[in-house]
């Protein structure tokens, strides 16, 4: 079902709840390995289905180069499907809010060749097929899709095959979907992680090597954790406790009284959103259990989190890589973008508090606009696709570590981050609030290479 909204409206959401375990991406990728509580013996599984297959795209049609579908003389429409209802309200909303802020802020300069910029809204309410059918409205009535962000985008991949000229300017978690010509994301998705990232950990703990992990039981989440294992264990890590969680589990106690058990000294959060990870601290305080090394990525840099997780005497410490700046202010001074992010975020929804998602909005938005503008005055989905194709180095602003989108490559750069007195601060930081760009990245592809 949609809702449509300009680029500067907003809705009200229900409060969120205490947690829902969900897989969150972040340049280190992770997700889920279904295994025992005990050391790793068992495979793989997923607790939900990815929607029908994905297909090699269909050739592009004349007609289909030229639509444009959703221009019109005074405005260009572009549909978003996000989770924003559903186990926790509000989960992937940002991306939603980002994409029109991003638009607000394009809006207010005139727009594109005169035209303004909004969004159609389609809440696919945790729950594939309604991913899938809203997908399919969009498709059929929109210039494309822009900013998306669900856990079920796998379900749209067919439909995307099926509309080869349709852009999807969206990040996304699956890699069928990904590796789709007319598929474009501000933060390319890659099987695997930033060596430089977990390099720079391990130089600082390196006798700490016993790695836990909890991460989400959603199906598009599977394709990224034997990635993001199999980049740890090349640097020498060992994968000691891994268990899957569903999206309603809010006590992990069992878990981290096995983890203790059986010697894990480093804990990856990089699979889960903020709300879980504060939780798993709350527990970990309750069972006076810490290990040495606490990493995660972006979804852990999130304004609510070391409130939640128990105030700076419990977050304290925790490391953070991410190819991110720290776009909640701390970089403002030396990234510009980051207060035109904060300040348009705000004038579209000044209730919201702006985090990872938002981010990709945003970024989505932002990379979609540049290739809209190259098209011309006139624009059509080939011209679009066209200049899409064309974008090889992307860093929304200097917001992101600069990628590829056009061939799908990541970035290869990262900013080290820690919690100190209740505070994100960045570590070995390089001037003007750029990105470290040594270590490389690990692909695992490439395992055996």
């Known amino acids: 079902m949609s809702s449509r909204s300009d680029a500067c409206g907003s809705r009200r959401r229900s409060p969120r709840r205490r947690a829902a375990a969900v897989l969150v991406t972040t340049g280190l990728l992770g997700s889920s390995l279904a295994v025992a509580a005990v050391p790793v013996t068992g495979g793989a599984s997923a607790a939900s289905s990815s929607g ?39 989960l992937f909303e940002g991306a939603s809010v980002g994409a029109k802020a991003y638009f607000g802020y394009v809006n207010s300069k005139g727009g ?11 809440d696919d309410a945790f729950n594939g097929q309604q991913n899938q ?15 998306d962000f669900s856990l079920f985008d796998s379900y749209g991949c067919k439909l995307l095959a099926d509309n080869p000229a349709a852009a999807d300017v969206s990040v996304t978690l699956d890699p069928g979907t990904n590796a789709l010509p007319n598929v474009f994301s ?3 998705l890659a099987t695997g992680a930033n060596l430089g990232g977990i390099n720079f950990l391990k130089s600082r703990y390196p006798h700490d090597l016993k790695v836990g992990s909890l991460v989400s039981n959603v ?11 199999a980049a740890l264990k090349k640097a020498g890590y060992q994968i000691t406790y891994v268990r899957d969680i569903g999206p309603l589990e809010t006590d992990f106690t069992t878990d981290i009284i096995h983890m203790k058990a059986l010697g894990v000294n480093v804990l990856d959060m990089t699979a889960l959103d903020w709300q879980v990870g504060a939780i798993i601290m709350q527990d970990m305080t309750q069972q006076g259990w810490r290990p040495a090394l606490i990493f995660s990525g972006g979804p852990i840099y999130a304004d609510q989190f070391i409130k939640t997780a128990g105030g700076a005497a419990a977050a304290n410490g925790i490391w953070l890589t991410q190819s991110q700046a720290l776009y909640l202010g701390e970089d403002s001074k030396a990234i510009p973008a980051v207060n035109e992010f904060n300040t348009w975020v705000k004038k ?3 209730s919201w508090t702006p985090d990872l998602f938002t981010l990709y909005g945003w970024a989505s938005a932002q990379l979609f606009t540049q290739a809209l503008a190259a ?24 917001l992101l570590a600069t990628s590829n989108p056009a061939q799908k490559k990541p970035a290869s750069c990262f900013l080290a981050a820690r919690i100190v007195n209740g ?16 270590g490389g990245s690990f692909y695992y592809a490439n395992v055996g290479g």
């Open 219 to 229: 199906s598009t989440s599977l394709a990224q954790w034997a990635g993001q294992a």
């Open 186 to 188: 501000a933060q390319p």
């Open 112 to 122: 594109v060749h005169g035209r303004k910029l909004e969004v159609d809204g389609y």
């Open 133 to 147: 059918t809203e997908t399919q409205e969009a498709l059929s009535k929109d210039f494309g899709l822009v900013g």
């Open 348 to 350: 579209v929804d000044p």
């Open 375 to 398: 098209a011309g005055p006139n624009p059509t989905r080939g011209a679009v696709l066209a200049q899409l194709e064309k974008i090889t180095a992307f860093g929304a602003g200097g």
């Open 423 to 438: 505070k994100y601060q960045r570590v070995g930081d390089p001037p003007n609030g750029g990105f470290i760009c040594k």
């Open 52 to 90: 029908a297959a994905c297909q090699a795209p269909t050739a592009i049609t004349t007609a289909e180069q030229a639509a444009t579908t959703g221009v019109t003389p005074s405005t260009v429409t572009v549909g978003n499907v996000a989770t924003i209802s559903g186990p926790v309200p509000g």
